[in-house]
């Protein structure tokens, strides 16, 4: 089975909202992580990364949240916008010189 | 415009037919991925190629075919599909196999 997974399929906020998107994770092993985007009919692209050895990253309205203890990663998103609508995942990487492992995407609706 | 172009951006086959997707990456990276990516499932990894070299192959059936001549160009080789194999193919690539993939906008293959 998967390594990574999402808590919820769908999440629907009003705009200028503060969303948070959860991802449980099962591999302890696993050093980082990274939150991706995908909009209609493009590819996922990149939004924020972590490594293990924090527990905090902000970036521009956007934070990633990573809880080693409970193996659970979030995103939040501050002031929503319509333009955040989109699918979302969590990738982690299991071990070094392997590739990235998704988990299912949750589908982030804004509306106005 | 992520730098890694893939084409086409649609394919529709025959059961019957031999096509090819094509995927080019402007970043200098190593490493270049094929996921799979079908409705409510997560990204599925199907294929890894590191300096060139086929370093994961995640049980893919033989009638994809990858092909990777150098580190800017992945292809992968469509052979006897079957309906099932109908979904948005993803190309990425990577500095290193593990780290930030940067993903291209998807070949969307229907087989029919």
């Known amino acids: 089975g998967e390594s990574v997974g999402l808590h919820l399929p769908t999440l629907s906020v009003q705009e200028g909202d503060n969303s948070i998107i959860n991802c449980a994770y099962s591999?302890?092993?696993?050093?980082?992580f990274i939150w991706y985007k995908q909009e209609s009919g493009k590819g996922p692209q990149f939004i924020i990364d972590?490594?293990?050895?924090?527990d905090k990253r902000q970036g521009q309205r956007v934070t990633v949240l990573l809880n080693k203890t409970v193996k659970h990663l979030s995103l939040q998103i501050a002031a929503t916008q319509p333009g955040d609508s989109a699918v979302y995942f969590c990738?982690?990487?299991?071990?070094?010189?392997?590739?990235?492992?998704f988990g299912k995407g949750t589908t982030l609706s804004v509306s106005s | 415009e992520t730098g890694v172009t893939q084409t086409p951006r649609h394919l529709v086959m025959g059961m019957t037919n031999k096509k090819s997707l094509k995927c080019e990456q402007h970043?200098?990276?190593?490493?270049m991925y094929w996921y799979k990516q079908s409705a409510k499932k997560p990204l599925e990894l199907m294929f890894v190629?590191?300096?060139?070299?086929?370093?994961e192959n995640n049980s893919v059936p033989s009638r994809f075919s990858p092909e990777c001549p150098n580190s800017s160009h992945l292809f992968l080789h469509l052979h006897t599909l079957q309906p099932e194999d109908s979904a948005l193919y993803l190309c990425?690539?990577?500095?290193?196999?593990?780290?930030?993939?940067?993903f291209g906008q998807g070949t969307r293959l229907t087989v029919v």
């Open positions: 990425a690539s990577s500095q290193g196999e593990g780290s930030e993939a940067f």
């Open positions: 990738a982690e990487n299991i071990q070094a010189g392997t590739a990235l492992i």
């Open positions: 970043l200098g990276h190593n490493a």
């Open positions: 972590i490594r293990s050895n924090m």
């Open positions: 190629y590191n300096f060139k070299e086929q370093t």
């Open positions: 591999n302890s092993a696993s050093d980082y």
